[in-house]
């Protein structure tokens, strides 16, 4: 593992979790469930409430034990491998191990969340007009959605120098 390649990404992953965690304290100190504060003639909204479930609440509907076994199990495993495996990597393009970074920073905020906040995370802004609008997110959801184009972003920049079996082999 080189040092150099460790803290480039330890210097995007702590970042992360501290933003997200610090908005997400502001938002819980200056916003009250269930009334909303509208910006920019309503194009940003923060209205404070708490997900149970993933991205756009999806799987808020399972039942409390299946939703602490992905969310507080399965989450962190997930964000284990993901941390080793960009750390061990010799063909991770930069940008791709960004977007890595960004994904372990943001759902290590969510994580912490869920473990403050008996399984749920806080969620506090929407973006939208009229009718078109985002789902009510928090900070680590943006750095998981923009993680995860600049993994895609990096792998396809990448192209076949990313071997697909694990031989290395073209």
Do not use: W
């Not at 304290?25 to 209205?47: C, F, P, Q, S």
């Not at 039942?63 to 960009?86: D, M, Q, Y």
């Amino acid at each position: 593992m080189h040092l150099a390649r460790i803290g480039v990404f330890v210097s995007l992953i702590l970042p992360c979790v501290a933003c997200d965690q610090a908005a997400k304290l502001i938002a819980k100190e200056t916003l009250d469930y269930g009334h909303r504060v509208e910006h920019l003639n309503g194009i940003v909204r923060l209205e404070l409430v708490e997900n149970s479930g993933a991205l756009l609440s999806l799987g808020s509907s399972l039942s409390e034990p299946l939703r602490n076994a992905i969310f507080l199990f399965l989450v962190p495993l997930g964000l284990t491998v993901l941390a080793i495996s960009l750390l061990r990597s010799r063909n991770l393009s930069m940008l791709a191990g960004c977007g890595v970074s960004l994904l372990i920073g943001g759902g290590l905020g969510n994580f912490i969340d869920r473990v403050l906040n008996d399984g749920a995370v806080v969620d506090f802004v929407s973006i939208g007009m009229g009718g078109l609008r985002t789902g009510i997110f928090n900070v680590s959801d943006v750095a998981i959605v923009a993680g995860s184009l600049l993994v895609f972003l990096g792998m396809r920049d990448r192209g076949a120098d990313v071997p697909v079996s694990g031989t290395g082999s073209d």
